[in-house]
């Protein structure tokens, strides 16, 4: 009896043309669905059926109703494959639970969702339980760090020796990569011992506690890494802004550590910025950037690498500084990271324009996209 009520009012519900009485007529579809534990609705024909009610009602509905749309269907395996395919590139809030454990989504689903959406939607497929070959491939094709970051933390993830190995290789400049790898359960004694010469003590530590690795040996090597990273520096007094080797990495993990605290407690601002590099501390500036517009600190570290300051003044947008102090930043970088990023004074007069459109998520995705060109 109840179902037969549940059903007069979904017929009268589908003959209203109001917004609201559709959006509750679609979440009363898949409600029903659910109580019949989807019985029959694999079938073909009721697929057919089923996408084209959901896409018609769902174009036009409201953002909390897509949402709350997604998290009712994210683990039924009778929902409907157009639909979740639309929902997994909605937004990220919206496509989160849909990406994370919708049964209807395979390998090509999950590679079309890397290729067209955002970062966010990325890492998120790559933390996904279960990915295949074909998804980690296209992750690594891609190499985003915070993306290969995820994937490196995902134990269930089917990655093949080749592709731990491709990781491991990011890991030499990558250092959010370090310390889920050397936990991996899928790391090898060889792969442990070159990991071993880019990471800090802590991690030596759970490598050798894990593994039979010559300690000393590595130990050595990085004795000369070190020499033979400091020799050109110092004759040109000045540090780069990122090294591999473990007392830099050990840094560097303290500098987003520290950053990340300022963050959470509201203490971080864009202030902080100009003050960082002002006590000569370039690695800190990267740090607080990229954690001020939600980046990895190496997207802020390949910024002000490169020849274009346009990108420093991406970043520097979607943080809050103001335009006035633009100019100010780029003079401090630029004088402790030898004259990049370059460009020149011209260059650095254009970088301005970044500021005429001050959105920061535009920016950010401005950034993201200009740096992996």
């Known amino acids: 009896m109840a179902t037969a009520i549940r059903t007069n009012d979904l017929l009268l519900l589908a003959q209203s043309r109001d917004r609201a009485d559709r959006e509750r007529l679609m979440l009363g579809i898949a409600d029903l669905a659910a109580q019949s534990n989807g019985e029959g609705l694999e079938d073909e024909n009721v697929q057919v059926l089923m996408n084209t009610i959901f896409l018609n009602l769902v174009s036009n509905a409201e953002r909390e109703i897509r949402k709350a749309l997604s998290e009712r269907l994210a683990d039924a395996s009778w929902a409907p494959y157009a639909l979740v395919n639309v929902l997994a590139l909605d937004e990220i809030e919206i496509a989160r639970p849909i990406i994370a454990q919708s049964p209807v989504l395979k390998d090509d689903d999950l590679v079309r969702v890397m290729a067209m959406a955002t970062i966010e939607h990325q890492i998120e497929v790559a933390a996904r339980p279960q990915i295949g ?7 690594l094709k891609q190499a985003d760090p915070a993306v290969m970051t995820a994937l490196a933390g995902n134990d269930t993830a089917d990655i093949s020796p080749k592709a731990m190995q491709g990781l491991i290789a990011a890991a030499k400049d990558v250092a959010s990569l370090r310390s889920p790898l050397v936990r991996h359960p899928r790391l090898t004694n060889e792969m442990a011992e070159r990991l071993y010469v880019w990471v800090g003590q802590s991690l030596r530590s759970a490598i050798v506690s894990r593994f039979r690795v010559d300690a000393d040996a590595l130990d050595k090597e990085i004795a ?10 110092q004759a040109a007094n000045r540090a780069p802004v990122a090294s591999v080797v473990g007392a830099d990495a050990d840094r560097r993990e303290m500098e987003k550590r520290l950053v990340a605290k300022l963050n959470a407690s509201g203490q971080l601002r864009a202030g902080y910025l100009i003050k960082s590099l002002r006590d000569q501390r370039l690695g ?16 802020i570290e390949t910024a002000v690498n490169s020849d274009k300051p346009d990108l420093l003044a991406l970043a520097c947008t ?29 260059e650095g007069r254009r970088a301005m324009s970044a500021f005429v459109s001050a959105d920061p998520e535009l920016a950010v995705m401005a950034l993201r996209r200009g740096v992996a060109a």
């Open 224 to 233: 000369k890494a070190v020499h033979s990273a400091q020799a050109p520096n």
């Open 318 to 346: 979607a943080a809050g500084v103001d335009q006035s102090a633009f100019p100010t930043v780029l003079h401090l970088v630029r004088d402790l990271n030898r004259q990049r990023p370059g460009g020149g004074v011209e």
């Open 284 to 299: 800190l500036f990267c740090a607080a950037l990229g954690e001020l517009i939600g980046v990895p600190m190496e997207t």
């Open 133 to 139: 070959e074909q998804v980690i491939e296209a992750i």
